[in-house]
């Protein structure tokens, strides 16, 4: 019998496949004028990204009894989403970061100018995407999720999120501005992600109430996970304890914590996922799977 | 009997009055840490500009016999839309423009990383706002509107004329880029913002077509009105010859074709906006007035 690392690993390729192909047939290469662009966009939204968020959303569809094909342009919107905020969280008078990913950050390869007009466009490609008529979704659903996407995405999440992460860089921060910074920048487009999934599908208040729930907790958790990694992995690689958060000052749960706590944190995080999540049947595995190994992932 | 103008001073501000009423309500000030995004998108917002857009939106719904009070989230989402364009083309990674409308733009203010985000979340907001349910308005026709501004201001639209914008910066430009920049970077919205008003108000597809003509041309009147005034309130002013645009070398009508034929050009859109609405009523007489008085206006 298989292990459940490998179903889920099965599971999350086979899904990062059909966004993949999904998204280049939204996002196909251009000619003319719009070849800049398009290519400024298409770099940063195929540089390799694990798709966590279109992968919830399908998963949740599927949870609550959906069809994950059905949620797939609603799952390539939010990519695009999370990618415009990628770009312009690189850009220098943010984050300034050279790489993403390994990579040259977009603003290296294209310049800061089309490097943010390239998030602007996928922002605006997302609300074209999600309003262009999708297969089997009423137009009253299909409203109520890009409101949905937009609230997580706007000025009372992700970017306050996002504004707040800049405005603490290089300060001494406590508890309450990081629990801010994660419950805007990362948990609201997550959750979003997953609430999306479950209203194409047509979930129940319940099920949305315990999707949310898993979704803010397996959120957290995953952010949590990743600022440890970021700190592990630069031990590793650097022989030196400082990871690229902690020497810019980021932020962060380990920084604040140790990592020691922070695994701790995570470990009862994904607990109230799981548990969350309790009322679903073997529909929620996908779901169960990911909480339970966000915990543990090595990249 | 009052003339022409002063009926149009009239309707202009009772217009704008409506709209920045209700941009107020629907972008009111923030405390706590979304304090300081808000009071950045409210900073260029409420900066004095003329609703152009939302006016066209609201004046067309009119003339298709439709309330312009209906259609005054969707107006208020396209001005959302514009100012974001307006904040980042100002960014120093595009024209790099410290002053708008008088006033220093919005990274003189709240930084570069702050004016980013708060454009971000300007267009997020408009989609917001018009996903957020309009009322007397169908889901289907709602979800067409979305699609509709979205279209015009994603990277095959207004995001394309500002990257050929920025490229043509400098260069020596040929009136094929100039017409493609405008058709793009002003066209496309001013366009959708009639388009948006007249689905709004349920118009049919002859009286769409002719509201499209009708904004291709006066869209393009009003760019270069607006490129000839840039050069002649710069030679009033400064007693010289050079507006700031012809300073930068941007690719402009007056710029190229010179300030004369440009007058011309504007003269035979003017005319060609006028006789493709020439199948409505009076009701039409606000875009009537408004396409006459483009070549005319002084500021």
Redesign the interface.
């Known amino acids: 019998m298989k292990n459940q690392k490998t179903v889920l690993k099965e599971y999350l390729d086979e899904k990062k496949r059909i966004v993949d192909s999904a998204l280049e047939e939204y996002l196909p290469k ?1 000619t003319g ?2 070849y ?3 290519e400024s ?1 298409r770099y940063t939204l195929f540089a390799g990204g694990k798709r966590l968020r279109p992968v919830l959303c399908m998963a949740s569809a599927e949870t609550v009894g959906g069809n994950a094909d059905i949620v797939l342009p609603v799952a390539c919107a939010i990519e695009m989403i999370h990618t ?1 905020s990628l770009i ?1 969280d690189d ?1 220098p ?2 984050d300034n970061d050279d790489y993403r990913r390994g990579k040259p950050s977009n603003h290296k390869i294209f ?7 390239a ?3 996928l ?3 997302a ?2 995407l ?4 999708i297969r089997d979704l ?3 659903k ?3 999720i ?2 949905e996407i ?2 997580a ?4 999440g992700m ?2 999120g ?3 992460d ?2 603490a860089e290089g300060k001494k921060v406590n508890m309450e501005s990081v629990d ?1 910074i994660h419950t ?1 920048k990362t948990q609201a487009l997550i959750t979003s992600s997953i609430r999306a999934g479950a209203i194409a599908a047509g979930a129940g208040e319940d099920d949305m109430r315990a999707l949310s729930e898993y979704g803010r907790n397996a959120g957290l958790a995953f952010q949590i996970a990743d600022d440890m990694l970021d700190i592990e992995s630069s031990r590793e690689v650097l022989g030196k304890d400082t990871g690229s958060d902690e020497g810019r000052k980021k932020a962060t749960y380990p920084s604040l914590i140790g990592l020691e706590e922070s695994r701790e944190k995570t470990r009862i995080l994904v607990e109230n996922a799981l548990s969350a999540i309790n009322r679903f049947d073997e529909r929620a595995e996908p779901l169960r799977m990911i909480a339970t190994f966000i915990a543990e992932r090595k990249s």
């Open positions: 251009q004028f719009s800049e662009i398009a966009m415009y312009h850009l008078s943010m310049g800061e100018g089309v490097a943010v007009l998030g602007d466009a922002l605006t490609e609300f074209c999600l309003s262009g008529g009423s137009p009253e299909n409203l109520s890009i409101h937009s609230t995405a706007g000025f009372q970017i306050s996002q504004v707040a800049l405005r801010y805007h």
